[in-house]
């Protein structure tokens, strides 16, 4: 039986031709979803910068708040051992800071799969460990707001008591602030987590202020 040599070679031919297109294929889609990912990575990064750059004034900001109501709270403290006036309290519950730094562009990149598929890795255990830092100083400062809310609700019922006095004017109802301990606990604990913010925030700023820089030196 003769082997037909020359179809042996056409049907090799054949199957190389096939191999080599379904190859090329792979190759080619592989390198336009390699391209894809790289292009909505660097639209991140600019997402990522702006956010960045917009905490960092604001930590700015905050910081500064930070100081001046730690001021706040150790006058207001002062009260209660007759060193200063009452209106050093008020002063204290007006020194609120709602902070809202920009976590649009990191929640999307982890609700996606973005996060987890950048090459750098250094960035985005940065990018982690960052924003993981940033909830627990929202968490820090929302339980300080809370503090504040608390003290203006017995600051207001103080209020209060001496309307009813002056109004009529016979019995003597409203304690003396000096007196009231939950008031002075309130603020010492303001104090306390004023403190935390203030050794807190500066090495958020440098971190967001790295993460920049590392941005950058990854943009194409």
């Known amino acids: 039986m003769k082997i037909d040599l020359g179809n042996f070679k056409k049907f090799g031919f054949e199957v190389f031709i096939i191999f080599t297109g379904i190859t090329l294929s792979f190759l080619f889609d592989e390198w336009r979803s390699e391209r894809q990912r790289v292009e909505i990575e660097q639209e991140y990064f600019i997402r990522l910068k702006s956010d960045l750059t917009h905490d960092t ?40 800071f709602l902070f809202t730094p920009y976590q649009h562009t990191y929640q999307e990149m982890l609700s996606t799969g973005s996060l987890y598929s950048m090459k750098t890795d250094t960035l985005k255990y940065d990018l982690i460990e960052y924003y993981s830092l940033v909830s627990e100083l929202i968490r820090i ?80």
């Open 141 to 220: 400062n929302d339980i300080a707001i809370e503090i504040n809310d608390r003290t203006q609700q017995i600051l207001n019922r103080h209020l209060e008591l001496i309307s009813e006095e002056n109004n009529f004017g016979k019995f003597k109802i409203a304690v003396p602030l000096s007196d009231n301990l939950e008031l002075k606990n309130l603020i010492f604990e303001s104090r306390t987590y004023t403190g935390f913010l203030k050794g807190f925030i500066p090495l958020l700023n440098e971190s967001a202020k790295k993460l920049i820089d590392l941005i950058e030196q990854n943009e194409e």
């Open 57 to 96: 004034s604001t930590y700015e900001s905050f910081m500064q708040h930070s100081i001046e109501k730690y001021k706040y709270c150790e006058v207001a403290l002062g009260y209660f051992s007759g060193d200063s006036l009452a209106d050093s309290i008020f002063s204290f519950i007006n020194s609120v």
